[in-house]
């Protein structure tokens, strides 16, 4: 029986590295402050325009990083979150990148979620009614902070 596999082209090949070794910084990038944080996960010129195939290549590649990286991968809503964040920015999605606190079961827990458009984007259920959004990441946020430094102020962006 023969197995008809596609060979990976050499573009699929680095943006899958690329992808790997993004998500396993990620640790190392929540040390950030922030607004910090902000200024690395957003494109720093004009993005190329959304091609919906190439998403689709980003979350699945994004995926597999995490199910097969381990333990160099930590899994989990940050690892997922930002590493989706950065590539589908760069793809020309006008993403959101959200950080909220809930109770949950009588603990407090923590998650990140994407919003497209103001709807959660990729998520299995709506985050927003089990966790206050405490703080968020998006092209706006980026402008505002850039706007404010350039005054001379520090800006906190919280909803």
Known sequence: MTVNRKIPSVSDTFLFMHVFLFAAAVPHLMRLKLPYLAEVLEPRGEPQLSNPERVDKIDSYVERAIEWGSPFVRAGCLTLGLARYYFFRRSGMD???????????????AH?????????YREKQDPRGLYVEMYCISRETIRTAGKTKAMGQRQWTNP
């Not at 993403?95 to 827990?109: N, P, T, Y």
């Not at 990140?112 to 959660?120: A, F, N």
């Open 95 to 109: 993403v959101s990148l959200h950080f909220g606190m809930g109770q949950i079961e009588g603990e407090f827990i």
């Open 112 to 120: 990140c979620w994407l919003t497209k458009g103001d709807e959660p």
